[in-house]
């Protein structure tokens, strides 16, 4: 469980910045679960989503440069939310699954060779005793442009995507899950887009043609 508390250098716990927003947003709250929930909701609506953000480097994913830019997917917001956990004394760690979204962009959709996201990011934190999921991806102003319905989390329950939206129709498609991470797994994403993405795009979001 220690290596789900201690910083890294693109989880950085120990950052000035990540740990002045844990004392403000949890402002001397005793019980662990609601610390967690609070932080949730700090990265899923003080953080917005912007899938089309920088991400060629590993400092990209870094969690400090996530809260300066105040914008981030769901890779760099989750790493967010680990981050800030870790530093609130919350073990916490990455969680990546493969999905389908149904209503994806047409901007992301030209990008990729099927509607397959085959690195969805998530945040799991350790609470009484449980791992619990947490995807603080979508937040809230993005939800009600774009009719998603709200991820809610309690700390007790996993907090991921729905399958409908808010007028009922097929949204998220979990296919299959990737397995957990201490840390951002660069190589691993990066290959896994590789595989996704296509030509031009593998240029233009990965830096180079795989």
Same mark, same amino acid.
């Given at each position: 469980?220690?290596?789900?508390?201690?910083?890294?250098?693109?989880?950085?716990?120990?950052?000035?910045?990540?740990?002045?927003?844990?004392?403000?947003?949890?402002?001397?709250?005793?019980?662990?679960?609601?610390?967690?929930?609070?932080?949730?909701?700090?990265?899923?609506?003080?953080?917005?989503?912007?899938?089309?953000?920088?991400?060629?480097?590993?400092?990209?994913?870094?969690?400090?440069?996530?809260?300066?830019?105040?914008?981030?997917?769901?890779?760099?917001?989750?790493? =967010?939310? %680990?981050? =800030?956990?870790?530093?609130?004394?919350?073990?916490?760690?990455?969680?990546?699954?493969?999905?389908?979204?149904?209503?994806?962009?047409?901007?992301?959709?030209?990008?990729?060779?099927?509607?397959?996201?085959?690195?969805?990011?998530?945040?799991? @934190?350790? @609470?009484?005793?449980?791992?619990?999921?947490?995807?603080?991806?979508?937040? =809230?102003?993005?939800?009600?442009?774009?009719?998603?319905?709200? %991820?809610?989390?309690?700390?007790?329950?996993?907090?991921?995507?729905?399958?409908?939206?808010?007028?009922?129709? @097929?949204?998220?498609?979990?296919?299959?899950?990737?397995?957990?991470?201490?840390? %951002?797994?660069?190589?691993?994403?990066?290959?896994?887009?590789?595989?996704? @993405?296509?030509?031009?795009?593998?240029?233009?979001i990965l830096g180079r043609e795989?």
């Amino acid at each position: 469980m220690r290596k789900y508390l201690e910083p890294t250098a693109l989880i950085d716990a120990n950052n000035e910045s990540i740990r002045k927003t844990v004392r403000a947003t949890t402002a001397g709250e005793k019980n662990a679960r609601q610390r967690a929930v609070q932080l949730f909701y700090f990265v899923r609506d003080q953080i917005a989503y912007n899938p089309y953000v920088p991400r060629h480097l590993p400092e990209h994913f870094r969690a400090s440069a996530t809260l300066a830019s105040g914008q981030g997917f769901c890779i760099t917001k989750a790493a =967010l939310l %680990v981050a =800030l956990s870790r530093a609130a004394g919350i073990p916490a760690r990455l969680g990546f699954a493969v999905i389908r979204n149904h209503l994806i962009p047409a901007k992301l959709a030209s990008m990729l060779k099927a509607d397959i996201i085959p690195d969805h990011g998530y945040a799991q @934190l350790y @609470l009484e005793g449980c791992w619990v999921k947490a995807t603080p991806a979508f937040d =809230l102003s993005t939800c009600r442009e774009h009719r998603i319905r709200t %991820v809610e989390f309690d700390g007790v329950n996993d907090a991921t995507f729905h399958r409908r939206n808010q007028d009922g129709a @097929l949204h998220i498609e979990y296919v299959k899950e990737r397995g957990t991470y201490a840390d %951002v797994p660069i190589q691993e994403i990066t290959a896994w887009l590789a595989a996704a @993405l296509t030509r031009e795009a593998q240029r233009t979001i990965l830096g180079r043609e795989y």
